[in-house]
């Protein structure tokens, strides 16, 4: 098991940068694939980007595309999502998620554990 703790959200102009971490607990980090996924007031969580194990795939969303970044440090048991460009669409709560696989899971509903969240807002 895993216990995940986002942090860096806030509070950004539109075009703004952000740098969310998620700290993991436990010795077997390097065995989870991690996923920054958000939600918005009034909507369903949408996937927002993934990484595996080692780091060396990535994927993300259409709509983040060429704006955010995931990245992991194992021996911190750190994930990372570099948000720059933001927008007010952006505005979201955002979630870290873990799943103990090899792949890359790019649905929310695929993943096993999960963070509090922490709240991201793009003003105008």
């Known amino acids: 098991q895993v216990q995940l703790v986002e942090s860096g959200g806030g509070l950004v102009q539109a075009g703004g940068s952000l740098r969310l971490s998620c700290a ?3 010795r077997t980090f390097s065995s989870y694939a991690m996923g920054w996924i958000r939600q918005a007031p009034g909507k369903e969580r949408e996937f927002v980007a993934t990484i595996n194990r080692s780091g060396g795939i990535t994927y993300y969303a259409d709509s983040v595309k060429g704006r955010f970044t995931v990245s992991r440090d194992n021996a911190k048991n750190t ?3 570099q948000m720059n460009s933001l ?4 505005t979201a709560v955002y979630y870290c998620a873990a799943r103990s696989t090899g792949w ?8 096993e554990y999960w963070g509090q969240g922490t709240q991201v807002t793009v003003s105008s």
């Not at 890359?104 to 993943?111: G, I, L, Q």
């Open 24 to 26: 993991a607990s436990g």
């Open 87 to 90: 927008k007010p669409e952006d």
């Open 104 to 111: 890359v899971p790019r649905k929310s509903y695929e993943y």
């Open 79 to 81: 994930v990372y999502l």
